[in-house]
């Protein structure tokens, strides 16, 4: 997935892809390769190489999150171009993808594929900073694909499922 980010008032491109068990991921031209184990809540473990970093990541709002990694805090603000194109469009019209505000669990999937959806219902629920989050179908009509299952790991921007 493509995104842009702003971190510390700094733009960034960011392009991450996971495979696995590890994420790949290009930030502002550099290259990584690396493990994440999330132990608790808002909490990352990364391994790269020999390296093991901590990170703590908390919301801000939407989009939005303060990261404190070793003795640095920085604060990121995430936008995921297709979605961002998708917003602007009418929310009758085609397929809308429904995406994780920001990183979490999922707890439950309200709808499988094939269900019909009414405006404003919820498809599915992840939990972040011990808050719940429904994510909604912006407008009726059914689910088409849900990409994700209940306990799963979601970053933020993550496409959770697909509406038409």
Partial sequence: MKYEAEIDGNHVSIEME???GRLSAT????NYD?????PEEGVYLIFAGDNVYEARVSSVEA?????????????????????????????????HDLIAPMPGKVVRVLLAPGD???AG??????????????????KRGHVAEVRVTEGATVIANQILAVVE
């Fill in 18 to 20: 996971e495979r696995n």
């Fill in 27 to 30: 930030i502002g031209g550099r």
């Fill in 34 to 38: 690396v493990e994440i184990e999330r």
């Fill in 63 to 95: 989009n939005s999150m303060r990261v404190k990694l070793r003795d640095r805090v920085f604060t990121a603000s995430i936008i995921d171009r297709k979605h961002r194109r998708a917003g602007t469009e009418h929310a009758g019209e085609g397929r």
């Fill in 116 to 118: 019909e959806v009414a």
């Fill in 121 to 138: 219902q919820g498809v599915v629920v992840v939990e972040a900073m011990k808050m719940q989050n429904e994510i909604k179908s912006p």
